[in-house]
């Protein structure tokens, strides 16, 4: 069909539009999507704007003192004016050499770590026993479980100075209970004026009074793991030692790394206990970090030496916490 003729003799197009061919390619630019600002506002900044009253008050409580405390351990700041008026010095690193060179700071920070180590270690085994001891069906179990409560429940100031009664040289239960039983040698028997005795006495207050809290999560825990599991092994021929070493123990594994890492930080401030007990006599040897960070901050009014030792006792259990959270990434890769 050919067009129809234009005027002047000329042919113009059709006013039919021609077909598009399906194999021909849109050579026209592709825009971008449109951004949604609404959701955006919605995904990004809503949640933000949510959490920011915490987050201001979270750096406010736990953020400036921890910047405060970490500028005061590099000055001598000492007495009151110090803190009102700003009277101090910057002296870099010197509290933190007098740490390690002074032997009763040193020997108090030596102390921290074995110390805390090894209550972290008895508050585990303990926890773990009362918690298998309590996924058992026997009569009791209820009066038991109350009677684990208790200690966690007591204030550890109070309790501290029931066990101080309790351990009396003169008028104590234990050192009464001990004679009678024929040792002799424990009639009259001060157990606070000895290094190893006193810190033997503050080692069973601290796990008596943390283990609670193990052994609640670690029984809340055991409920979890699948009775058909048990049963497999128990017809596998299995002993019950077997059983919580290859099944029990690596099924719990991420929880008790969790229950580590706040047992230590638990274990390693502890002040209460020595303090009552103790005071971190004699002549300062049972002191540990937090008692050691009273005396010299509080009592005696040196703030950048009080500030030093906390900045220490920080940095350890930073440390450790990231030793532990570390191990706990390794066990999901692997898991």
């Known amino acids: 069909m050919t067009e129809p003729a234009m005027p002047g003799g000329r042919r113009g197009r ?4 021609r077909p598009v061919r399906p194999d021909t390619p849109d050579r026209s630019p592709a825009r971008p999507p449109a951004r949604s600002w609404r959701r955006i506002f919605d995904d990004k900044l809503f949640p933000l704007l949510l959490i920011a009253p915490a987050l201001l008050f979270i750096i406010g409580l736990v953020g400036y003192p921890v910047v405060r405390t970490a500028w005061l351990s590099f000055t001598d700041a000492s007495g009151i004016r110090a803190l009102t008026e700003g009277e101090m010095d910057f002296i870099g690193f010197a509290n933190y050499i007098e ?24 508050t585990m085994i303990l926890g773990i026993a009362v918690a298998l001891l309590l996924n058992q069906p026997f009569r009791g179990r209820k009066v038991l479980g109350v009677l684990v409560l208790l200690p966690w429940a007591i204030p550890q100031i109070a309790a501290s100075f029931v066990w101080q009664w309790l351990f009396n040289g003169q008028y104590g239960v234990v ?8 040792f002799s040698g424990f009639e009259d028997f001060s157990w606070f004026t000895q290094f190893y005795t006193a810190f033997a006495v503050v080692g069973i207050v601290v796990i008596w009074q943390s283990f609670p809290f193990v052994t609640l999560a670690l029984l809340a825990g055991l409920q979890t793991i699948p009775n058909d599991v048990i ?4 017809l596998d021929g299995t002993t019950a ?10 099924m719990l594994k991420p929880l008790l790394l969790v229950l580590v890492v706040i047992s230590t930080i638990w274990d390693f401030k502890m002040f209460d206990q020595v303090w009552v007990l103790t005071g971190g006599g004699p002549a300062r040897r049972t002191e540990v970090l937090s008692v050691s960070t009273y005396v010299e901050g509080i009592t005696q009014s040196q703030w950048g030496m009080g500030s030093a030792l906390a900045m220490v006792l920080f940095f350890i259990l930073i440390v450790i916490t990231i030793i532990y959270i570390k191990l706990i990434r390794e066990e999901e890769q692997i898991s």
């Open 14 to 17: 059709s006013l039919v539009p």
């Open 99 to 122: 740490i390690f060179s002074n032997p009763i700071l040193r020997r108090s920070a030596i102390t921290t770590v074995v110390f805390g180590l090894i209550c972290v270690v008895g």
């Open 175 to 182: 050192n009464w209970s001990l004679t009678k039983l024929g």
């Open 231 to 234: 049963e497999a092994a128990k």
């Open 241 to 250: 030692w077997q059983r919580l070493r290859l099944i029990t123990l690596p």
